[in-house]
Every structure is written in C-alpha cells, then in structure tokens.
C-alpha cells in the first residue's frame, strides 16, 4: 500500500487535474483507491507556491471523476444484468455479498439512497451497480451521485488544505508529516469515529431480516 500511495501520489503531481480525475473514476469503480488518499493531497499540493491546482479545482475534478467511474459501473450493470455481475463479480473485487449488500441498501433508500451511500464506506464504490440492475432514471443518477461526491470531495479536500496550509512541504518531509498527524489528530479521530459509526450503521440498515417464525 505504501508503494502504491506513492505512485497515486505522484499521479496527481505529474498529472494535476487529470491524475485526480483517473483516480477517482477509479474510486467509484471497482478498483480500490481510496478517496481518502486522492484528495486530500491534491489538495495540499494546490496549496502549495506555484501549483496550477486549486482547492475548488481540486473539487470539481474529484466530482468528475467519481461520477465517470459511477456512470462506467451503472452501464456496466445495465448491460450485463444481475447474472453476470454474480457469476464473475468476484474476479472484479465485487464478491456476491458486497453486491447483494448494496442492492438491499438501494432497494430500501431508492435514488435517495445513491446520494447518501456516498458518504458510506463500501456502499459507496458499489451502490451504481444496484442503480444500474434497477434501471434508475439516469437523469436522477446523475444528479445524486454529482451532489453526493461533490460534497464528500469538498470534505476532504477542505481536511488537505487545510493541514497543507498549516504545514508546508509537508508532502516533502516525513518529519513534517507526522508532526502534523499529531497536530490534526483530533481531527483524524474524529473522522475515523464517524467513519466507523457510518459503517456500523450501513451493516445495520442493509442487514437480512430474520426470517419469521414459523407456526
């Protein structure tokens, strides 16, 4: 992981706007890349004396890719139909139980659910595969899944650039960087609680029902 985060890094560094687009199409795809790692570097790059980026540059470009990456998976599941996306799924890091997981979410939230899954870890790489199987309005894809990354990409990028400007060259020095893990701890606890709370409460509302008892 550490080799890799180290190639998406220089991604965004070689390529600017353009590496964070790829990354996060990747993202809402089913390859893992997390978000967590895409823009809050960019972001902090965009701080940084002579960049061509920009926070709300940054943004706009993790929008774009995430909901490129979110329109290839729902035309995938379109076309390929729930058999298929079963059957080979799993060679693609899209077990049956992750699928079906997502699929229970997006059959109790509907197109509300696309908007919300984005702030949701798991749910959020997979929920157009489900979209897709249901033939939701793509009009109304397009519009939740925009609005939701939108705002999580904001989120994050607000968390880099803000740790960028407090800390420069922090991408540079190691000893920066953990300095400023110290600094902004409270911050990340914080996120990893609701992260885990976001989880706790995805596993919850898409659990199977139990079955009834039988007379």
């Not at 329109?71 to 298929?84: E, Q």
């Amino acid at each position: 992981m550490h080799e890799l985060l180290i190639t998406w890094m220089g991604w965004v560094e070689s390529w600017g706007y353009w590496g964070v687009i790829l990354l996060m199409a990747m993202e809402s795809s089913i390859l893992p890349v997390p978000s967590e790692v895409v823009v809050p570097p960019a972001a902090i790059m965009a701080t940084m004396e002579g960049s061509d980026m920009s926070f709300w540059g940054v943004v706009l470009a993790g929008t774009i890719g995430s909901y490129i990456g979110s329109v290839i998976m729902y035309v995938m599941a379109l076309w390929m139909g729930r058999p298929l996306i079963l059957k080979f799924g799993k060679y693609f890091f899209m077990p049956p139980h992750k699928v079906e997981t997502a699929e229970r979410f997006m059959q109790k939230y509907s197109t509300p659910g696309i908007f919300f899954s984005r702030f949701l870890p798991v749910i959020r790489h997979l929920i157009s595969i489900p979209a897709g199987l249901a033939r939701v309005n793509f009009a109304m894809f397009s519009l939740t899944t925009i609005v939701g990354s939108a705002m999580w990409c904001a989120v994050l990028a607000w968390f880099g650039d803000k740790v960028g400007r407090e800390h420069p060259g922090i991408l540079a020095s190691p000893e920066q960087l953990v300095d400023a893990v110290k600094a902004e701890s409270h911050l990340i606890v914080a996120g990893v609680v609701l992260l885990a709370a976001l989880y706790a409460l995805m596993k919850y509302l898409t659990r199977e029902k139990d079955s009834a008892p039988q007379s």
